[in-house]
T-cell receptor, first 116, second 114 residues
Framework: AQTVTQSQPEMSVQEAETVTLSCTYD???????LFWYKQPPSRQMILVIR??????QNATENRFSVNFQKAAKSFSLKISDSQLGDAAMYFC?????????????FGTGTLLAVQP | DTEVTQTPKHLVMGMTNKKSLKCEQH?????MYWYKQKAKKPPELMFV???????INESVPSRFSPECPNSSLLNLHLHALQPEDSALYLC?????????????FGEGSRLTVL
């Protein structure tokens, strides 16, 4: 069974600095998706960034980028120029490449605090 | 702005009450999901509907009863709940094909069972 591990329950970063959140996963599949979702106190889960496993190039979305190491099964999120609005719970998630019945598997989350 | 709308945002109910949570999406997605989330924990999958048919039931107690009247609507009927069922209930949707893989979440319904 696929598993997702986030080893950092809490992280803290100074405003304008850079922080990296770690995620590892385990799967025997070759095609899959990886995601980082953000959940602020407002509760809604918001997609931050997506990576398809067949793409070697690391995904980037403005200040957010990933370091995807397929062989090592590692998928870390780097947040550059951190802002107060980045404070939230961040979940790493995995999903097999397929239809609706493929489950989205979440890690346990990393609570990110941003210090002014 | 969320494209998955959940109502109500907050619900308080007694253990003998019957209530429903509602979810609506207008993105043309054919898969819809219910998740339960406890504080500072990841969401736990409860049910998946694909093309209005229940495709996954994660051994959820029968006091939770899902319903998918059409491709845009998803309900969760609640009856005889327990205090431990208090949680945030998240609805999500996704295209049924392989297009992007991501799920789109609503803001959730915060349920308190007294």
């Amino acid at each position: 069974a696929q598993t997702v591990t986030q080893s950092q329950p809490e992280m803290s970063v100074q405003e304008a600095e850079t922080v990296t959140l770690s995620c590892t996963y385990d799967t025997s599949e070759s095609d899959y998706y990886l995601f980082w979702y953000k959940q602020p106190p407002s509760r809604q889960m918001i997609l931050v960034i997506r990576q398809e496993a067949y793409k070697q190039q690391n995904a980037t979305e403005n200040r957010f980028s990933v370091n995807f190491q397929k062989a090592a099964k590692s998928f870390s999120l780097k947040i550059s120029d951190s802002q107060l609005g980045d404070a939230a719970m961040y979940f790493c998630a995995y999903r097999d490449y397929g239809g609706a019945t493929n489950k989205l598997i979440f890690g346990t989350g990393t609570l990110l605090a941003v210090q002014p | 702005d969320t494209e998955v709308t959940q109502t109500p945002k907050h619900l308080v109910m007694g253990m003998t009450n019957k209530k429903s949570l509602k979810c609506e999406q207008h993105m043309g997605h054919r898969a819809m999901y219910w998740y339960k989330q406890k504080a500072k924990k990841p969401p736990e999958l409860m049910f998946v509907y694909s093309y209005e048919k229940l495709s996954i039931n994660e051994s959820v107690p029968s006091r939770f009863s899902p319903e998918c009247p059409n491709s845009s609507l998803l309900n969760l009927h609640l009856h005889a709940l327990q205090p431990e069922d208090s949680a945030l209930y998240l609805c999500a949707s996704s295209p049924s094909d392989r297009a992007t893989g991501e799920l789109f979440f609503g803001e959730g319904s915060r349920l308190t069972v007294l």
